[in-house]
């Protein structure tokens, strides 16, 4: 009994040291901190030579490839490369380590709302008036994003080309260092018996694998909350030919356009102060400039770089490269419609864990416990919280100072009580709906004109109609409803209430909770799904290489013409190191040694 009891002090007393070294990390939020030990190859852009103390002959500063964007692809794809080969990567943000706003699952929607110039997230609205948001920093969307972790479907790995032997080789890669099989929570479990109720079967329990039916699938939250992004893969990496900079915004790709054909030879970036810097590539066929930068990022790089539409590019006396009027086109983003599901206690916060995966394209998701708080009250926005509220029916140019201050006063004085519960998520697959993406300026840290073009596509909006029947199902299911402590709702009660609770710009209707059609049109939201822009065969090949120019590859969702599994975290992180691997390969066969 002593022993036992000794075990349990131990066992009492290591958890509590675990948690006061987490709240030590958190206390250090807004600082750059990192473990230089185990990432003695990050640094600040600033360290980097300028360029007037370049060499003129020769450069200092070569590198077998280099990486734009250390994002959700960027950090595994540099850690595979720099096993053989020297590797710089330049991300514009900064580091997600010890910053308790993207470290932990309970502030998952601060992050979000912070708008400030060093924020992980950067906000943009799409022409579609629906908010949205880009990472800018280390790791990628997978510092900012819900953390769920689940693979593609075979049929996608088949549809992309890819070498299934080398994916089932990549994704574990992943799994063994930074994923985790979530707890299950109780608002979690009541989801889970009511997409079964609601005819979402069978129950496939936990799994990585896309199935029909209802899964849990794993996240990148430990058991303590804390996120592991992709950013500590880069630990994976070989120290020694591995450099890491933060706070290195890339302007342009330099091009030498003497030969037959348009070479990278460098990029030009600014650091954190604006001094100007060049990198270049090693003088050898095999040496590449892979944008990593995002479905975003990747496009308007190219733009930048003079890779686009002849006629879109002379405008902004942005010299030509390349035509090519494919880059930026096709992009598309998977509509999300939230459905409140309220409930009498206040509820934990939870992120996705379970999902139902439907033979009608669409995937139904949940969350909990996101709604107003003392933290998130003096914010403007967030994805999966009323935070925008009646702001939402007031079209974007009437916007003015006026009204947005009188709504902040008025969400101030709503009740907390109005918002406990959740939310069940549904989500299109595959939307058919495309848009396009364009330069508003040539400055690298202003958002591109973008256009999602949401469910302009009649099939889309079936799909949606289809989904919110279902998910009013789950929410009146008696499972719910026995956890909640609510009575069931009517339909028509349950769409007012999301409604009320929605997060986009959008000018809404009367006939809102009539029309199932208009409620989809108007309550579209993201769950930042986006893709698209720089499409195989039209602007890169099936290995991912910029058609038109030698030596440019873009490794990220800009190149899928639909967003893999139900959430693509996991198969844009496999992507970095299949590339990796593949590269690696190609050009040593056996001699890469992995």
């Not at 890339?250 to 060049?278: C, L, M, R, W, Y």
């Not at 009188?406 to 109005?418: G, S, T, V, W, Y």
């Not at 967003?563 to 890469?592: C, E, F, H, W």
Request: proline share 5%.
């Amino acid at each position: 009994m002593a022993l036992v009891n000794g075990a349990l002090v131990i066992k009492k007393l290591i958890f509590f040291l675990a948690l006061c070294l987490i709240s030590l990390l958190s206390s250090s939020q807004g600082k750059e901190v990192y473990n230089e030990f185990r990432y003695p190859f990050i640094k600040k852009a600033s360290s980097f030579p300028s360029v007037s103390s370049s060499s003129s002959g020769g450069h200092s500063n070569d590198y077998d490839y280099i990486i734009v964007g250390g994002g959700t692809a960027g950090c595994p794809l540099a850690a595979t490369l720099s096993q053989n080969f020297s590797v710089l990567v330049l991300e514009r943000g900064g580091v997600p380590f010890a910053n308790s706003n993207v470290s932990f699952l309970q502030n998952f929607h601060i992050a979000l709302e912070d708008t400030s110039p060093k924020s992980p997230s950067q906000p943009f609205v799409s022409t579609d008036g629906v908010i949205n948001s880009r990472a800018r920093v280390l790791g990628g969307g997978s510092v900012i994003n819900a953390g769920f972790y689940t693979r593609a479907s075979p049929r996608f790995i088949k549809s992309v080309g890819w070498d299934a032997k080398l994916v089932n080789e990549s994704y574990p890669w992943i799994e063994k260092q930074i994923v985790h099989e979530p707890q299950p929570q109780p608002f979690q479990m009541a989801f889970r018996d009511s997409l079964l109720a609601a005819g979402v079967s069978p129950f496939n329990g936990f799994t990585y694998d896309h199935l029909y039916g209802t899964k849990v699938g794993g996240t990148i939250f430990d058991r303590f909350g804390r996120r592991h992004s992709s950013a500590e893969l880069l630990s994976s990496g070989n120290p020694q030919k591995l450099t890491v900079l933060i706070y290195a915004t890339v302007q342009k790709i330099v091009f030498d356009t003497s030969g037959k054909k348009p070479k990278a030879v460098g990029v030009t970036f600014k650091d954190e102060n604006g001094n100007q810097h060049q990198a270049f590539l090693v003088d050898k066929p095999q040496s590449e400039v892979l944008l990593s930068s995002g479905a975003i990022g990747s496009p308007q790089m190219l733009l930048l770089s003079g890779i686009g539409p002849k006629a879109d590019l002379e405008k902004l006396n942005i010299p030509v490269v390349l035509n090519n009027e494919f880059v930026g086109k096709g992009m598309a983003d998977n509509p999300m419609n939230a459905i409140f599901v309220p409930s009498s206690r206040a509820e934990k916060q939870t992120l996705i864990q379970t999902v139902g995966i439907t033979k009608m394209g669409v995937y139904i998701e949940a969350s909990s416990g996101f709604g107003q708080s003392q933290d998130s009250i003096e914010c403007n926005h967030g994805i999966l919280s009323a935070e925008i509220g009646q702001l939402s029916t007031i079209p974007p140019k009437q916007r003015s100072p006026e009204a947005i201050q009188a709504f902040i006063k008025h969400k101030r004085n709503l009740p907390h009580e109005a918002f406990k519960g959740g939310f069940v998520l549904e989500k299109i697959a595959s939307p058919i709906s495309k848009g396009d993406l364009s330069l508003i300026n040539t400055n690298v840290d202003d958002n591109p004109s973008v256009s999602f073009n949401y469910f302009s596509h009649p099939y889309d909006l079936k799909r949606c109609v289809d989904g919110i029947r279902i998910a009013t199902k789950v929410v009146q299911s008696e499972h719910f409803t026995n956890y909640t402590r609510v009575d069931k709702q009517t339909v028509e009660k349950i769409l007012n209430m999301s409604v009320k609770a929605n997060v986009n710009l959008i000018p809404k209707n009367i006939n809102d909770t009539k029309s199932l059609e208009q409620f989809c049109k108007d309550t579209v939201i993201t769950i930042w799904h986006y893709h698209g822009g720089c499409h195989v065969g039209t602007v890169v090949s099936p290995d991912n290489k910029v058609l038109g120019v030698d030596r440019v590859r873009v490794v990220d969702g800009s190149t899928f013409s639909e967003s893999p599994g139900t959430n693509p975290q996991a198969t844009v992180m496999m992507m970095g190191r299949y590339m990796g691997l593949k590269i690696l390969r190609d050009r040593l066969g056996r001699a890469a040694g992995i």
